[in-house]
């Protein structure tokens, strides 16, 4: 399984991004995909999932501002991030089963 995470970039606060992580290899449509952050000198950290139930999980700190989606058509999943704050800047990774994407650097300036 490959994962490729794009969509990353710099953003002044209150602003929007929306990454994009797509799938290739040996996948299942049922599969759960994550996408998770670390900041510099912190632990990765689960931002949120979606599975295949179509059942979503956010990180308290992002209910409210993130949306995951995923289109199965694309073997694709969304975060839709609006409301961007400063200490949403890290790298983010996708996850799907025990396969990570190389992470897209998300930088919010104030």
């Known amino acids: 399984v490959q994962l490729q995470a794009s969509g990353g970039g710099l953003v002044q606060a209150g602003g929007s991004l929306r990454l994009s992580c797509v799938a290739s290899?040996?996948?299942?449509?049922?599969?759960?995909v994550g996408w998770y952050r670390q900041a510099r000198g912190n632990q990765r950290e689960l931002v949120a999932e979606i599975l295949g139930t179509g059942t979503t999980n956010y990180a308290d700190s992002v209910k409210g501002r993130f949306t995951i989606s995923r289109d199965d058509a694309k073997n694709t999943v969304y975060l839709q991030m609006s409301s961007l704050k400063p200490e949403d800047t890290a790298v983010y990774y996708c996850r799907r089963r025990n396969f990570w994407g190389q992470g897209t650097q998300v930088t919010v300036s104030s």
């Open positions: 290899g040996n996948i299942y449509r049922l599969d759960n």
